[in-house]
């Protein structure tokens, strides 16, 4: 073979991939010294130049020296070679590089030198090892995936299956490679399984899911989700096959069928309850309705999914249920209210839940539930005999007309007592009696301003409260009353002349609290009564001892913080359930070296009108907080101690700050800190209160609404408040309230669905407890467990109830 045959035989040699570089085509000698190069001009690899011999050019630059050598003994030997060397490319980097040779020979068949060539394989190998090293991860994954990979060819055969297959299903590759996909699958799936097979390897994408079922080697069906994805050629985009991945779904299809048992049983139960129930998104589309539902809204029963609630109940967009669903839709909260649906004339309870979905929404129909508490308000507020409010009524009004009162307006209180009713009753009997008073009771009806209202108190006593500007005022309603009363009435068939005495307190001057308005009005009538002739006469200090009394504890009042004259009193409060001790409520008790120990109902209603009520509160919160950081850490408990706030600390821009301080000079905890509050206190400015409360619930402290049931709107703003206590007052309680345990009974239910805690007050009896365990009530507090006592008797106390305590 001459050289030039040779060149050209090397230039047929196969290419071992597209990424191969012929660096060089070169001759040499029967020495190896080179005669001819071909150079394709690389510049990667080291040159070889005319002259230089072959072997000291491999001996230079090929770092593995066996190599070297066997180019050195196939030269020496006259035989072709062909290694895969590497060596240090220009760049100073290995390369890798095949060194191949063949020996030409003359026409006598001598050896007459070589012809070979350098090709530059460096490429080819990065991409051959990336390869290796993705094809060996590839299989890893496959190897250890959960999920069942598998690969059928066009003919819909298995050609390599995952170790997965074996763990799932039972089978292995080698019984598996080879047989049909569809031979192994639920004879009901498999024409479904093969029609969307087909469609794959014909070319087409089906993105979704197939759910098939696949025989185990033990016989029985094993539910899987399978994704099947077109093979294609990446030259010609020939489908050569198809990828199957699949996953065991039996357990979700076990829960998917739970979850819909668990709807059925829910919808079986929503159509048994004797609530109407529906459901929306967050479009406001109907997702589900109950039957009661439905024909409440006018519907024929399962025609309502999909709707949309507003064009289902036209009527109700704007309206306040309306608002309260799109406020409970915009700020994902839950609402519960009483309304009265007009279409209907029904009232209804309505509990509205909100979450990620829309809304879901319980209602049914109170009217009866209504009407009766109507009729139980009416037994408990009305006197029976005139239809007029009653004691217990305008005690709570007063309460209500003492907290609005606004400008130079003040609450007045005429009390009004019938000069000859004795005379009448004895002698002409208790009918003509009960005559009189009826006719009497309307008569002061028709003198009234609009705002005024009259109240029997019982026996032929009245009393008229209004708010007047002055004594100016009250006086002309004074006389106008005077007036009606003095003309004749005539009781069967007889014509009679009765007369009044009245009296008059004013709240700016003669009282703060309705029973000091009653009581001074009622001792301003007996002056009034005692002029004689029907009269009328205003409340004067001097009129009687407790007037005087009054001076006499505003003036020791000013300086009474100051010389330290106050005192804490703690009265515990108990679970109704265990009889143990859940708290504390702090009392504030005043004994002056003078006046003695002055009640709280004295000097407080002064203190808050004279401006000492926050500088007291101030001490009063700090000593609490204080006292209970030391008793908790003292007795290791966490001891919640409860603090009452006045009205006017309510209204002060310091309330907050006072809190805060005292909870950060003591450490006590502000979660143990429960902030008393009356009704009357927060219904004098709503929007200002509700400020507060949230202020305060943002320290941590919890909030407590005192005295529930003695204010006169407490239900319909009881929602507004964010509070978390209830205390029913005493009065509940009491043998003369009516139906006293049902109404406490739905009062806690009430509360409870608010989730409040209640706290019962004025607790004295074993039978009372007895009835607040029937009624679930919470704590109670009052003297059958203990009287308010100083802290060092509270001390003793404390030893007793606290398991493990040691006295300090």
């Known amino acids: 073979m001459t050289a030039q045959d040779a060149v050209s035989h090397l230039f047929r040699i196969p290419m071992p991939h597209p990424t191969t570089f012929i660096a060089s085509i070169w001759t040499t000698d029967t020495d190896g010294v080179c005669t001819s190069v071909v150079d394709h001009g690389s510049g990667a690899l080291p040159p070889f130049a005319v002259a230089t011999r072959l072997q000291d050019w491999v001996g230079s630059y090929v770092v593995d020296r066996q190599a070297a050598d066997d180019v050195a003994h196939a030269l020496a030997g006259h035989v072709a070679f062909g290694h895969e060397v590497e060596l240090r490319g220009m760049d100073g980097c290995l390369r890798r590089v095949i060194v191949s040779g063949l020996p030409t020979v003359d026409a006598d068949g001598r050896c007459a030198g070589w012809s070979g060539t350098f090709a530059d394989v460096t490429a080819h190998r990065a991409t051959l090892d990336r390869a290796l090293r993705s094809e060996a991860e590839h299989r890893l994954i496959v190897d250890h995936s959960m999920d069942l990979i598998a690969h059928c060819g066009v003919d819909g055969r298995y050609i390599q299956v995952s170790p997965s297959y074996t763990t799932v299903v039972g089978w292995d590759a080698a019984q598996m490679v080879g047989r049909s996909v569809l031979e192994f699958l639920h004879p009901d799936d498999q024409a479904a399984a093969g029609a969307a097979l087909a469609r794959i390897l014909a070319g087409e994408d089906i993105p979704d899911v197939v759910a098939v079922r696949k025989r185990h080697r033990d016989g029985h069906y094993v539910e899987l989700g399978s994704k099947v994805r077109k093979v294609t050629d990446p030259v ?35 159509e048994s309850i004797e609530d109407g129930f529906f459901s929306v998104n967050r479009n406001w589309e109907i997702t589900y309705a109950n039957t009661l539902a439905e024909v409440f809204a006018g519907v ?32 994902r909260s839950n609402a519960a209210f009483e309304t009265f649906y007009e279409p209907e004339g029904v009232w209804l309870s309505v509990r509205v839940y909100a979450h990620e979905e829309g809304l ?122 005077l007036e009606t009363l003095t003309n004749p009435f005539h009781i069967d068939g007889l014509e009679m002349c009765v007369g009044a005495a009245i009296g008059i307190s004013l709240s700016g001057q003669d009282g703060a609290t309705p029973e000091l308005l009653f009581q001074n009005a009622d001792t301003a009538m007996y002056k009034a009564k005692a002029l004689g002739a029907s009269s009328y006469q205003f409340f004067e200090p001097e009129m009687s001892v407790e007037a005087r009394r009054r001076l006499q504890v505003e003036a020791a009042l000013r300086r009474a913080l100051e010389l330290g004259q106050f005192e804490l009193y703690y009265q515990p409060r108990i679970d109704v359930r265990t009889w143990r001790l859940r708290g504390v409520e702090v009392l504030l008790r005043w004994k002056h070296p003078e006046l003695g120990q002055v009640s709280p109902l004295e000097f407080i209603p002064i203190a808050e009108e004279r401006g000492h009520i926050e500088a007291i509160g101030r001490w009063a919160l700090r000593e609490a907080c204080r006292v209970g950081k030391r008793l908790s850490d003292q007795y290791g408990t966490q001891l919640r101690v409860s603090v009452n706030v006045s009205a006017r600390q309510l209204r002060s821009a310091e309330l907050v700050a006072d809190v805060e301080q005292a909870l950060r000079e003591s450490g006590f905890a502000p979660s143990a800190l429960e902030l008393e509050l009356t009704e009357s206190a927060l219904i004098d400015d709503i929007d200002q209160s509700v400020d507060v409360l949230h202020r305060l619930k943002r320290l941590g402290v919890k909030l407590a609404l005192d005295d529930f049931g003695t204010g006169y709107s407490s239900l319909s703003y009881l929602k507004r408040f964010p509070v978390d206590v209830l205390k029913l007052d005493r009065s509940f309680f009491l043998d003369e309230c009516p139906n006293g345990d049902e109404f406490v009974a739905a009062l806690v239910h009430m509360a409870h669905a608010l989730g409040l805690t209640v706290v019962a007050e004025g607790i004295e009896t074993e039978e009372m407890m007895e009835m607040l365990r029937g009624c679930r009530c919470d704590e109670a507090q009052g003297y059958l467990f203990a009287r308010p006592m100083a802290l060092a008797e509270f001390d003793k106390f404390l030893q007793c109830e606290v398991p493990g305590a040691q006295a300090a």
């Open 236 to 270: 010609t985009d020939t489908v050569f096959g198809a990828v199957l991945v699949s996953r065991d779904i039996t357990r979700e299809r076990e829960m998917l069928h739970r979850v819909e048992d668990a709807h059925a049983r829910l919808r079986t139960i929503l």
């Open 300 to 331: 024929e029963p399962g025609t309502s999914g999909g709707r949309v609630l507003w064009d289902l109940a036209n009527d109700l967009d704007g309206t306040e249920t309306g608002v309260i669903y799109r406020r409970a839709m915009a700020t």
């Open 360 to 481: 879901s929404v319980f209602f049914h129909d109170i009217t009866d539930r209504k009407r009766a508490e109507e009729r139980l308000e009416q037994l408990a507020t009305r006197d029976d005999l005139t239809g007029l409010p009653n004691r217990a009524w305008l005690n709570g009004h007063l309460q209500s007309m003492l907290g609005q009162a606004r400008g130079q307006a003040e609450t007045t209180v005429l009390f009004i007592d019938l000069n000859r009713f004795k005379e009448v009753n004895d002698s002409l009997g208790h009918a003509a009696g009960d005559h009189l008073l009826r006719q009497v009771g309307l008569r002061l009806q028709s003198c009234l301003r609009p705002g005024d209202v009259v109240a029997r108190l019982g026996g032929d006593e009245f009393v008229v409260a209004a708010h007047c500007a002055g004594r100016g005022a009250a006086a002309g309603i004074a006389q106008r009353l």
